[in-house]
């Protein structure tokens, strides 16, 4: 459980994209879902603790929806607006969801971004890094000051094509953040166990890969913990579950304040239950009307689900 009011958290830094989604899913088109790794992360991670994001939009990005982000507590001092169109995606997911084909990217402003933290920002203990090239991650590092923990994600492009790069960011996080398809990538190993002993070799001091509907693995010195997925009677939307996982993780910790093998495994288990909520909406329209009281309750719905005897 939390053991510390809200208003004690330590704040949470989230670097990423703010973007525009257009979504072609089972259940019937949708065009312009806010979306975006920061964005989701956001919501997630202020159920726990105070955000601060850092990302860019552009001169198209409603004004309104920044406002909402603040309403949720959430510092928008680091979204720069740039003159040019926000970042948008297409994609086209399978009947059964299991499949997405990327039908267009526009990079716009995005493709320019060079995150910079504000002053305020630059002695935030918790920092998450979202999915962005692992050059920018380690310009946030170069001006952040000696954060308490820092966690990013990556993705296989930048595996494939900046594992140079990549591997000096891995050399300076204390977690990694990856799926499965991503972690035999970079270890170039089928094997989950023995990829995750590989990775956190590269540096990172704990590893938590993401399995989806199949749950998620922590990977650190006291061995391996398995989260189960919460299992959903109808899932509408996977897109930023992973994000949303990220971000829940960081806030329910930064809340918590412990960093210990106890804490962790609770964090996975959360922010396992805050990713269901996500796919079972269209963008964050479900997530961003969670509650603490919701994510607890579906908490212990799981708990039970486990339970030996």
Not at 63 to 91: P, S, Y
Not at 119 to 148: C, M, W
Not at 149 to 168: P, Q, S, Y
């Amino acid at each position: 459980m939390i053991s510390k009011p809200r208003e004690q958290a330590s704040p949470v830094l989230i670097v990423g994209s703010v973007a525009f989604d257009d979504l072609e899913l089972p259940s019937g088109a949708e065009k312009d879902v806010v979306g975006g790794s920061a964005t989701y992360a956001a919501y997630s991670a202020a159920l726990f603790a105070p955000v601060q994001i850092v990302a860019v939009v552009g001169a198209d990005f409603p004004e309104a929806t920044l406002a909402d982000l603040k309403n949720h507590g959430i510092d928008i001092a680091g979204v720069e607006r740039a003159a040019g169109k926000t970042f948008r995606w297409a994609g086209r997911y399978a009947e059964n969801l299991t499949g997405r084909m990327t039908l267009d990217t526009q990079l716009n402003v995005f493709a320019d971004f060079r995150p910079k933290l504000p002053a305020a920002y630059t002695s935030t203990p918790f920092v998450l890094l979202g999915n962005i090239h692992p050059a920018l991650q380690l310009e946030v590092l170069d001006q952040a000051q000696k954060p308490r923990l820092v966690a990013a994600d990556t993705m296989n492009f930048w595996i494939e094509g900046e594992r140079k790069t990549l591997l000096e960011l891995l050399s300076k996080i204390d977690l990694l953040i990856i799926n499965d398809e991503e972690l035999r990538q970079l270890a170039e190993d089928h094997n989950v166990k023995r990829a995750a002993t590989k990775v956190l070799g590269m540096g990172p001091k704990r590893l938590v890969v993401k399995r989806g509907e199949f749950g998620a693995m922590l990977f650190d010195d006291h061995g391996c913990f398995f989260a189960p997925a919460f299992p959903l009677d109808n899932e509408v939307d996977p897109t930023g579950a992973g994000d949303t996982f990220a971000g829940a993780l960081m806030g329910y910790l930064a809340n918590v304040g412990e960093l210990d093998a106890g804490t962790f495994r609770r964090a996975l288990m959360m922010a396992g239950c805050i990713a269901s909520f996500c796919v079972e909406g269209v963008g964050t329209r479900v997530t961003s009307k969670l509650t603490q009281h919701g994510a607890f309750a579906r908490l212990a719905e799981l708990s039970r689900l486990v339970q030996l005897g």
